[in-house]
């Protein structure tokens, strides 16, 4: 299985809205709504903040949002802030019953 | 609270052997799966495996079927990792985190082992 392919690096001012592609095949991303968003500061373990395809968890901005359209899902980030500088990974359940993860964004707030 | 607790860094020579541990507390231990990540220095995240500790049923990505051993003592809440010979691109951050049902939502970490193999 080949992982999903994100942008390498994306970057937005404050106050702005960016968005971070993550494509796949019909074989995960396509297949199931069954994609998750992670945000990782450095040094940090992962931190889910949207699973299957658009819900957030308790606690997690409600700037943060996901979509999905084909084999694409989407993590959208408005009213850009400096703590939302970080990498960010999508991931997806797969027709093997595994899990694939996208190679990483890293976000700038410029 | 619920929390995943890895066991700590690890310093090893290569074709020395390796067990990680992932302790999990403040939940119903067999009712989540518990995965494991990869991320070797300064890359991105990759799933490696997963395991339901209720029945031992095990998942194993392509990429590391062969390469490692998930396995889980319900007993005493615990999944490990666990290397027959290691090599030095072995050397890598592992987190375990766990999972509700399918899907692929791990909604809580640990906060990762780091091994370093080196001659």
């Known amino acids: 299985q080949s992982a999903l392919t994100q942008p390498a690096s994306v970057s937005g001012s404050p106050g702005q809205s960016i968005t971070i592609s993550c494509t796949g095949t019909?074989?995960?991303?396509?297949?199931?709504?069954?994609v998750s968003w992670y945000q990782q500061h450095p040094g940090k373990p992962p931190k889910l903040i949207i699973y299957?395809?658009?819900n957030r968890p308790s606690g997690v901005s409600n700037r943060f949002s996901g979509s999905k359209s084909g084999n694409t899902a989407s993590l959208t980030i408005s009213g850009l802030q400096a703590e939302d500088e970080a990498d960010y990974y999508c991931?997806?359940?797969?027709?093997?019953?595994?899990?694939?993860f996208g190679g990483g964004t890293k976000v700038t707030v410029l | 609270e619920v929390q995943l607790v890895q066991s700590g860094a690890e310093v090893k020579k290569p074709g020395e052997s390796l067990k990680i541990s992932c302790k999990g507390s403040?939940?119903?231990?067999?009712?989540?799966?518990i995965g494991w990540v990869r991320q070797m220095p300064g890359k991105g995240l990759e799933w490696m495996g997963i395991?339901?500790?209720?029945?031992?049923?095990?998942r194993y990505s392509p990429s590391f079927q062969g390469q490692v051993t998930i396995s889980v003592d319900k007993s005493i809440n615990t999944a490990y990792l666990q290397w027959s010979s290691l090599k030095a691109s072995d050397t890598a951050m592992y987190y375990c985190?766990?999972?509700?049902?399918?899907?692929?939502?791990?909604?809580?970490w640990g906060q990762g082992t780091l091994v370093t193999v080196s001659s």
């Open positions: 985190a766990r999972r509700r049902s399918g899907g692929s939502r791990f909604d809580s």
């Open positions: 403040g939940y119903r231990f067999t009712s989540y799966w």
């Open positions: 395991i339901y500790p209720d029945d031992s049923d095990t």
């Open positions: 019909s074989s995960d991303v396509g297949g199931y709504n069954y």
């Open positions: 299957d395809v658009s």
């Open positions: 991931n997806s359940y797969t027709s093997s019953s595994t899990v694939v």
